[in-house]
């Protein structure tokens, strides 16, 4: 059980255009889901907390208008990386809460971003 | 200061051997959960074990334990027995009750383990 998926697995596309990045809980509903961020060799930096219904709340330093989160549904959240340049070429990760008497965040396989 | 410290660069480990990886945290919440999570390198982050501030047993999941020093706030994961399939990156992670909003957790830099066969 708790099984995150995360859709595309991989994606190249061109500067300048959109990208969709979808997570989704499988088995579970999760009111919170979270999106990271991670180069490789380093940690995961979390870009923002997604929660069903309301805004994301962002990290500092993450741009609102570039990272476009919804999370529109108990069992969906979504990243939009608009107008994607080169340096947005990175590894994301996203990951959903679950209570198991502790809250814990299952993860999803990730989406490997590459803006030619 | 770093919430999460993992200092060891890099560790290697003969097979079947037990290998220890660091963890010192800095909190100033009385409450607190303690996460190790491997990274392989397909990139996946996969969960292995959790302590709480306020449990009294070191965690244990089959190969894995968690030596938790409260006092001297580190939280180091032992692997007994080392396959070659532990060869991965390992994250130390913290969440904050109070003064870590929604849950978010914080990450170390991460410690990469090689087994060597």
């Known amino acids: 059980g708790a099984v995150v998926s995360q859709h595309p697995s991989w994606v190249i596309c061109k500067s300048g255009t959109s990208v969709k990045i979808e997570c989704r809980s499988l088995d579970f509903q999760a009111t919170t889901m979270f999106w990271y961020r991670q180069f490789p060799k380093q940690s995961l930096m979390l870009m923002a907390t997604?929660?069903?219904?309301?805004?994301?709340?962002?990290e500092q330093g993450v741009e609102k208008d570039k990272f476009l989160i919804n999370h529109a549904s108990l069992t969906l959240s979504t990243l939009t990386v608009t107008s994607a340049h080169p340096e947005d070429s990175s590894f994301y990760i996203c990951s959903a809460e679950y209570d198991r008497g502790y809250n814990e965040q299952f993860f999803g396989p990730g989406t490997r971003l590459t803006v030619l | 200061a770093q919430k999460i410290t993992q200092t060891q660069p890099g560790m290697f480990v003969q097979e079947k051997e037990a290998v220890t990886l660091d963890c010192t945290y800095d909190?100033?919440?009385?409450?607190?959960?303690l996460f190790w999570y491997k990274q392989p390198s397909s990139g996946e982050m996969i969960f292995l074990i959790y302590?709480?501030?306020?449990?009294?047993q070191n965690a244990t999941e089959g190969r894995y334990s968690l030596n938790f020093q409260k006092a001297r706030k580190s939280a180091n994961l032992v692997i007994s027995a080392s396959q070659l399939g532990d060869s991965a990156m390992y994250f130390c992670a913290m969440r904050e009750r109070y003064t870590g909003a929604n849950s978010k957790l914080t990450f170390g830099k991460g410690i990469t383990l090689s087994v060597r066969p």
């Open positions: 997604s929660n069903e219904g309301s805004k994301a709340t962002y």
């Open positions: 909190t100033s919440d009385p409450s607190y959960g």
């Open positions: 302590q709480g501030s306020y449990d009294q």
